[in-house]
């Protein structure tokens, strides 16, 4: 049961590179969702996706890209990375609609040089 | 707007004792959940509990319990008999109306302490 895999785990890059985070997930969960997590402000949504092809903005979208042209997978782009996206990036998934309840991978630490 | 406030950013706790982390929301959703999510130091973030906003009863989940007052908008949690491996960042959390978009508080840092 892999659940939700990201890749990479660990990234380093210069200012003005693009990066693109992977997410994969086994479960065809509907909903899939990227935070990310900067010390002092917690989890902040970037983008979110009801299903193939739907995506929305969320808290802090600029500078992201998202697409999802399968159920499973929702990469994350960073298309001209800056210094102020350093930052470790969840994605995730709703495991229970009742609940809202999210299933999170391991996340990716992303360091912009 | 949705809104999650924790105002201890550090707590300690002796082994084997109880501690509560608070947690303050606001919302002008009818229906709302609450959840408390666990950090390690190692960084996964695990499921605690969850409150949904018309429950009668708070939710309690092994040694951890949510005291949930809706007048009072809280939703502290509750880790009894604390153990050295509840050692983690502790995040509340609040869904709105979009399932699964949740907003998150800023994090209270757990000690505990033989």
């Known amino acids: 049961d892999a659940g939700i895999t990201q890749s990479p785990r660990y990234k380093i890059t210069e200012t003005g590179r693009q990066v693109t985070l992977m997410c994969h997930q086994t479960?065809?969960?509907?909903?899939m969702f990227w935070y990310r997590q900067d010390l002092g402000h917690g989890l902040r949504l970037i983008y979110y996706?009801?299903?193939?092809?739907?995506?929305d903005k969320g808290e802090v979208p600029d500078g992201y890209v998202v697409s999802r042209s399968k159920t499973e997978n929702f990469p994350l782009t960073l298309e001209s990375a800056t210094r102020s996206q350093t930052s470790v990036y969840f994605c995730?998934?709703?495991?229970?609609?009742?609940?809202?309840?999210?299933?999170f991978g391991e996340g990716s630490r992303l360091t912009v040089l | 707007a949705q809104k999650i406030t924790q105002t201890q950013p550090g707590m300690f706790v002796q082994e084997k004792e109880a501690v509560t982390l608070d947690c303050t929301y606001d919302t002008s959703d009818p229906s709302y959940g609450l959840f408390w999510y666990k950090q390690p130091s190692s960084g996964e973030m695990i499921f605690l509990i969850y409150q949904g906003s018309y429950d009668q009863q708070n939710a309690t989940e092994g040694r951890y319990s949510l005291n949930f007052q809706k007048a009072r908008k809280s939703a502290n949690l509750v880790i009894s008999a604390s153990q050295l491996g509840d050692s983690a960042m502790y995040f509340c959390?609040?869904?709105?109306?979009?399932?699964?978009?949740?907003?998150f508080g800023r994090g209270t840092q757990l000690t505990v302490w033989p």
């Open positions: 479960w065809s969960h509907s909903y």
């Open positions: 959390a609040m869904r709105g109306s979009t399932l699964g978009r949740l907003y």
């Open positions: 996706s009801a299903a193939a092809d739907i995506t």
């Open positions: 995730a998934s709703v495991g229970l609609a009742e609940t809202g309840e999210l299933f």
